[in-house]
């Protein structure tokens, strides 16, 4: 009996997420209520307030799905032992771009969080949540950057806090972009040229070494 229990609230969090996705794709952020996702689910309110506090704590678990599948390739490039960390991290950020690109959910989701998301009211709490993502982000990146200049990858007097604030902004502006016109040219293939282009910088820019 247990396990059914916790299998069948898996199940719920399940239902929600998936109606929470929808609800946000088709009317945004701002239009809609707990109670539209409720009923998309299926579920109470009560149901929806067991498993999230709040919309905000609803959009981190949609975003935090995103992220599991490149956990590995990300904690790589952030090993000081990694032989290869900038190899890792061009990997990873290749496969962000494709996933965005080939995967409906993913796309769906990213967005949601460029174009259907507004820091208003209730999502003040969302606001917090990005701004403390995005910051522990910068963190990760300087950091695989930092191995990657002491494996002779980058050079060594690159500014890896402002490289790394460079190279978030660059792929985060390339998704924006295109999730806005998707039409305008295939991400999936232009990935490997997009990211070597950032790589490139890295490697190249002036401004970006001490």
Known sequence: MARKTKDDALQTRHQILEA??????????????????AALAGVS????YWHFDNKAALVQALLDSLHEPFDALAKASEDANETDPLGCMRTLLIQVLQQVALDPKTRRINEILFHKCEFIDEMCDLRQQRQANSLDCHVRIELALRNA??????????NTT???????AYIDGNLA????????????EDAEYLVDTALDM????????V
């Open 20 to 37: 929470a996705e929808q609800a946000f794709y088709t009317r945004g952020m701002a239009r809609t209520t707990l109670a539209d996702i």
């Open 149 to 158: 200049v002491n494996r002779g990858q980058l050079p060594a007097a690159l």
């Open 177 to 188: 972009q295109w999730l806005l016109t998707p039409d305008a040219y295939a991400l999936h």
């Open 202 to 209: 890295l490697r190249h820019s002036p401004s970006l070494q």
């Open 45 to 48: 309110r009560g149901a929806i």
């Open 162 to 168: 402002r490289a790394s604030r460079c190279l978030h």
